[in-house]
């Protein structure tokens, strides 16, 4: 007598696993979503990706704690590549034109909002980690669990990775709750996570939409361009050493070269405030544009933070350096997203010949700190990258790279030097901090400074916003 076929007697050849790996025959057997349930499922969590990642992007800017600003443009470059693998996926599914731009609930849309125009960073952590992750988290998880796993092993692919992300920014988002927010505060907003808790039962039909009445959102929400840092980041219009100067000196030592290469690095925490800008005020772009441009905001997030590790590896405290955020302050307020971008693409086109990363990374080497070296290998390698996401996204909007090369320098031009405006306003003495701080780091060393370092007072009067990476002439 043979026994009946059922998928749970049914077995593979020689017990092998079945399905390639992907579950079990029973679960297989199961009906699963149909491709219309799921492309309407997958576009409410690919719509709540994409206004993470704005919500993410457009607040770097003002966020100032720095640990936050470099979280936030980790998280949104997560989001945003999560958001373009769902768009792929929803692709395959037979939805062209894909209608992944529609906004697929009117209360989703009040929820994002309401997290984007939050009034403090508080309030801010508390929207996005407490309430909008674990929102998205329990959309992914359970269209995976309600989906056929072999029918739609596509879909559980791309969400199975996502999930493992997502779970990552809620652990970082809980942890920074519970070191930011004391329950005494959070009692002031409990009304307007109530509206957020509503907006998602209306979302799931439980209450009707016009019942939702905006809090924070009742205004638009309106881009704040000016960078803000917290209270390690001391005299930040201060541009009185010059690292690039430096950096291009022969008689200097390499190590101290190292130091300020450093400084360099960590200044770079600038550009996310500065291409957070750019993503928010530029519209209607593809959006692979917003996931390149958002990757690159996230690699400058990452140099600023290679920066602060290479401090603390050599045992030097970097809140004696004076950080100035000119240069994204400028730009924000005094160009427009295009001009920004020429600038950008200006200064990184610079960065390019042997004399740009090739020549810190080869600084790096001679001075004999490893870490400084594998640090510089890889800012170096990060810069290529950038230079092709120029090419890919700015350069096309002149047709010719000596155009747009043009129109980046005649922008970079429009920022004239504000070294003596900025004295004169009081708002620094443009002190020069660099002796202290490396003679701070020879002590860590334990060795004795080089007289031509220490006595390095070189400052940026005169030379536009500051160099930045361009050669010092
Ligand atoms: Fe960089
Ligand atoms: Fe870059």
């Given at each position: 007598m043979t026994t009946k076929i059922t998928p749970d007697t049914y077995r593979s050849y020689r017990n092998l696993p079945p399905l390639a790996g992907l579950c079990t025959l029973a679960q297989a057997a199961k009906p699963g979503l149909s491709i219309e349930a799921c492309t309407t499922r997958l576009k409410e969590i690919h719509y709540a990706l994409k206004r993470l990642q704005e919500i993410l992007t457009a607040r770097i800017t003002s966020e100032p704690i720095y640990e936050l600003k470099t979280g936030f443009a980790h998280h949104a470059h997560l989001c945003a590549e999560h958001a373009d693998a769902l768009r792929t996926r929803v692709g395959e599914m037979r939805e062209p034109p894909l209608g992944l731009e529609a906004v697929p609930h009117p209360a989703w849309e009040i929820f994002f909002d309401e997290i984007l125009a939050a009034r403090t960073t508080e309030e801010l952590l508390v929207g996005l980690y407490d309430h909008a992750m674990p929102e998205l988290h329990s959309l992914m998880f359970h269209y995976s669990e309600d989906t056929n796993p072999l029918t739609d092993a596509p879909s559980r692919r791309v969400l199975r990775f996502a999930m493992l992300e997502v779970e990552d920014m809620i652990d970082f988002g809980e942890a920074s709750v519970d070191a930011l927010v004391t329950p005494d505060f959070r009692t002031g907003f409990h009304e307007w996570e109530e509206l957020l808790q509503n907006c998602l039962k209306a979302v799931d039909g439980k209450i009707p939409v016009e019942s939702l009445e905006r809090q924070y959102s009742a205004t638009p929400y309106v881009y704040d361009p000016l960078p803000k840092r917290d209270e390690?980041?001391?005299?930040?219009?201060?541009?009185?050493?010059n690292a690039e100067a430096f950096l291009y000196d022969e008689n200097m030592p390499a190590k101290a070269k190292a130091l300020m290469m450093l400084f360099k690095r960590i200044r770079e925490v600038d550009v996310p405030e500065m291409m957070s800008s750019i993503l928010t005020q530029?519209?209607?772009?593809?959006?692979k544009y917003y996931r390149d441009m958002t990757r690159q905001m996230w690699d400058e997030a990452r140099h600023a933070m290679m920066g602060e590790v290479g401090f603390v590896a050599l045992g030097?405290?970097?809140?004696a350096a004076r950080i100035t955020f000119n240069w994204s302050m400028r730009l924000n307020t005094e160009c427009t997203p295009m001009e920004r971008h020429a600038v950008l693409y200006f200064i990184e086109q610079g960065l390019m010949p042997r004399t740009g990363k090739r020549y810190e990374w080869e600084v790096a080497q001679e001075s004999g700190i490893p870490l400084m070296a594998t640090i510089q290998d890889f800012d170096w390698a990060d810069e290529v990258l950038h230079a092709a996401i120029g090419r890919q996204w700015y350069i096309p909007e002149f047709g010719h790279i000596n155009k747009a090369l043009e129109y980046g320098d005649k922008c970079w031009s429009k920022i004239t030097s504000n070294w003596q405006e900025v004295r004169e306003k009081g708002l620094t003495s443009h002190e020069n901090w660099w002796p202290a701080l490396y003679s701070q780091a020879c002590k860590a060393w334990g060795a004795t400074a080089d007289a031509k370092a220490l006595a390095f007072a070189t400052t940026y009067d005169g030379k536009r916003a500051d160099l930045k990476e361009i050669h010092a002439d």
């Open positions: 390690r980041w001391k005299d930040q219009w201060n541009q009185g050493v530029t519209k209607g772009k593809p959006s030097v405290d970097w809140t």
